[in-house]
């Protein structure tokens, strides 16, 4: 098992920035891949970034690509999300997750933390 726990989220106004991080704990391993997803209320959940624990690469949405970063801290078993330049739109409960296959797909994460919200105002 393991388990994760973001932490960061907040009301931030447009153009701001905020970082978030989640914890993970248990059985993690290099070979998972650590993504973040939100979900915005009426919409489906949808991928925003994912990194690799072993290697470092890391995978953006277009929609937040040059805007957000993804990064992670081994040592601490942390991994982060810092988003700059946000818009209304980025509003939503941001979730991380875990998974050893496909970082693109919900359906291949396995572990999820309890999200954390995001409300960026006009």
């Known amino acids: 098992q393991v388990q994760l726990v973001e932490s960061g989220g907040g009301l931030v106004q447009a153009g701001g920035s905020l970082r978030l991080s989640c914890a993970a704990s248990g059985r993690t391993s290099s070979s998972y891949r650590m993504g973040w997803f939100r979900q915005a209320p009426a919409k489906e959940r949808e991928f925003v970034a994912a990194i690799t624990w072993s290697d470092g690469s890391t995978y953006y949405a277009d929609s937040v690509k040059g805007r957000f970063t993804i990064s992670r801290d081994n040592a601490e078993n942390t991994v982060y999300l810092q988003m700059n330049s946000l818009k209304p739109e980025d509003t939503a409960v941001y979730y991380c997750?875990?998974?050893?296959?496909?970082?693109?797909?919900?359906?291949?994460?396995?572990?999820w933390g309890q999200g954390t919200q995001v409300t960026v105002s006009s």
């Open positions: 997750a875990a998974t050893s296959l496909r970082y693109y797909s919900i359906y291949d994460y396995d572990y």
